[in-house]
């Protein structure tokens, strides 16, 4: 990255992470090679933040499963044997890789480069591997706390385009946004969608079928997902088992299955399809009014995981058929709350909900009585390393900020409030002159 400098993104997520677990968790993590293997027991979770934008990629958090129980435990200040739903162990490991990737997207954005992230994903299982897009060489990240590591990837790229994809940033009120969300037929546009692009993409006649056949098994598979960011928070997911994973490669390429050879080449074009089914949803989005970004696609395949969104959204699963091959689509977007509901593999239409007030913060309930580190900076100044190696003892440094000037109140590095300084009793403080509004700070502590 031109902008941004691998040494500063490492330094970011380095700072950033070490902090989060000494004050959030009481874990004081140290750093390893990250050439080593990380000490990750088969069956793991993996939380993915994706970028858009200016910036475009995407940040995994990757942590056994038992470390992620003692993580949610010492987040919600429990007992490490007490029990654990799976929903709020997703939360948490979202929420830790949510305040990463938002305290590097912030520090993009103060480089000049324009960006949003989509809200996280988590993948979990004992048989797995996450192939994110080949768009940059990875930066990879290993920490360990006693026996326990953390592994971290980015994989993030500058896009001198992105800002013309995400055009202006939406001034749509909640209310606003979650009228038009709902004024999208999510479930017939995906399907119309998913039977077009196989059709003129891959000369396939599939049909859409209303639950799995009895013939069906799962075996090794391949799963490509695409994030929505923006005014619409969601995701897309279409899997297919790695055998009909190369009937779409050899249609997409002209020659026979048996031709494949490569894996790349069937992950590419299933990255190709989910992009394009992901992107129809996307225009019929924008159509309705709405800010609303897809990001660049990942793949993950094995024989035993399970992909889906971290908090507030609930994908519909859909399924398709191509003579003896099953298509399995699920496709969801944060909106109204809805009632709990049983997965089922026959697809249902839902049935009209009441409407509730949206309350996009219900999620971030269990973590309000966690201690914070708030920051008051006096203003900040740009200089070289030349200049720097001159200053001494009595150097006089010019910050950027004006004599009088509002001085700015940060928590995890996001602005949220102004202040002016006083002195009392011998102790500097600040009066605060300009606060944002409730919703906006605790949604900036994402």
């Given amino acids: 990255m031109e902008k941004f400098s ?24 140290t750093p390893a090679d990250a050439a080593e293997d990380a000490q990750l027991d088969e069956d793991r979770i993996v939380g993915a933040v994706n970028f858009a934008g200016e910036v475009v990629g995407t940040l995994s958090f990757q942590v056994s499963r038992p470390y992620s129980r003692m993580l949610t435990a010492s987040m919600l200040g429990m007992e490490p044997d007490e029990e654990i739903d799976e929903e709020t162990i997703r939360d948490v490991i979202g929420e830790l890789t949510n305040i990463v990737t938002g305290n590097l997207k912030t520090e993009f954005v103060d480089a000049g480069l324009s960006c949003i992230i989509s809200t996280p994903r988590i993948t979990t299982g004992s048989d797995f591997k996450v192939d994110p897009l080949n768009i940059a060489p990875p930066l990879s990240f290993l920490f360990r706390y006693d026996t326990n590591d953390v592994f971290i990837e980015l994989v993030v790229k500058e896009d001198s385009g992105g800002a013309d994809a995400m055009g202006p940033a939406s001034e749509l009120s909640s209310e606003e946004v979650v009228a038009k969300i709902n004024s999208v037929d999510v479930r017939t546009t995906v399907i119309n969608s998913v039977i077009d692009v196989f059709f003129t993409m891959l000369e396939m006649e599939i049909e859409h079928i209303p639950e799995v056949p009895a013939s069906f098994t799962e075996e090794m598979r391949t799963v490509g997902t695409v994030s929505f960011a923006g005014d619409v928070d969601g995701l897309f997911n279409i899997q297919v088992n790695d055998t009909f994973g190369q009937m779409m490669t050899a249609a997409m390429l002209g020659m026979e299955p048996e031709e494949v050879e490569s894996q790349e080449d069937v992950y590419d074009v299933i990255r190709e399809v989910s992009n394009m089914i992901g992107g129809n ?3 019929a989005f924008v159509d309705a009014g709405l800010h609303c970004v897809l990001s660049t696609p990942s793949i993950t395949n094995g024989l035993d995981f399970r992909v889906e969104a971290a908090t507030g959204i609930r994908a519909e699963r859909l399924l398709f058929s191509f003579n003896d091959h099953t298509i399995i689509v699920e496709a969801g977007v944060k909106k109204e709350a809805e009632a709990e509901a049983p997965e089922a593999t026959e697809v249902q239409k839902p049935a009209a909900a009441p409407k509730q007030p949206v309350d996009e913060l219900q999620n971030l309930d269990f973590i309000m009585d966690i201690p914070m580190q708030v920051t008051v900076e006096l203003g900040r100044t740009r200089k070289k390393i030349n200049d720097l190696l001159k200053i001494q003892d009595g150097s006089v440094v010019a910050l950027q900020q004006l004599d ?27 009066r605060i002159t300009e606060i944002v509004s409730r919703r906006e700070r605790l949604n900036s502590l994402r």
Avoid: C, H
């Fill in 281 to 283: 949803l996307k225009s």
């Fill in 6 to 29: 691998d040494e500063q993104i490492r330094n970011s997520v380095s700072d950033t992470l070490t902090e989060t677990f000494d004050t959030m968790l009481s874990m004081q993590l």
């Fill in 404 to 430: 009088g000037e509002p001085v700015d109140i940060l928590v995890n590095k996001t602005l949220i409030a102004r202040g002016e300084v006083v002195v009392e009793k011998e102790k500097y403080g600040i």
